[in-house]
C-alpha cells in the first residue's frame, strides 16, 4: 500500500517558521519527483515548490527566497522549510510524489499552515 503523511503544520505569526515533513511508504522513493502543493478553499491546488529524483529544485514566484525544498532517500522523506512566513501562505499543504514512466502520482492527506497574528 502507498502511503504520503505529511506533518509539521501548525498556527504561526506571521514571520515565524514551520518545517513540513511528508514521510512515504509502498514506492521506490529515489525514482519520484517529489512536490509540495498548497491549496485555498474553492480552488484547486497550486504548486509552490519541487524537487526531482536528480534534486534539482523549482518554486512559485511568491515563495521564492522564503521556503526551501530538501529531501533524504535514506528516509523516504522530502521537506519543505518555511521562513518569513506571510498570511497569504495560510492554506493546507499536501504532498505529491510523481513519476512519468510509467505515469504515476500519489497525493498525502495534507497539512494545515495558518499564519496570523
Known amino acids: 500500500q502507498v502511503q504520503l503523511v505529511e506533518s509539521g503544520g501548525g498556527l504561526v505569526q506571521p514571520g515565524g517558521s514551520l518545517r513540513l515533513s511528508c514521510t512515504t511508504s509502498?514506492?521506490?522513493?529515489?525514482?519520484?519527483?517529489m512536490g509540495w502543493y498548497r491549496q485555498v478553499p474553492g480552488q484547486q491546488p497550486d504548486l509552490v515548490a519541487l524537487?526531482?529524483?536528480?534534486?534539482?529544485?523549482g518554486y512559485v514566484d511568491s515563495v521564492k527566497g522564503r521556503f526551501t525544498i530538501s529531501r533524504d532517500n535514506a528516509k523516504n522523506t522530502v521537506y519543505l522549510q518555511m521562513n518569513s512566513l506571510k498570511p497569504e501562505d495560510t492554506a493546507v499543504y499536501y504532498c505529491?510524489?510523481?513519476?512519468?514512466?510509467?505515469?504515476?502520482?500519489?497525493w498525502g492527506q495534507g497539512t494545515q499552515v495558518a499564519v496570523s497574528s
Open positions: 509502498g514506492i521506490i522513493f529515489r525514482l519520484y519527483d
Open positions: 524537487i526531482t529524483s536528480g534534486d534539482s529544485t
Open positions: 505529491n510524489a510523481h513519476r512519468g514512466l510509467p505515469r504515476t502520482e500519489y
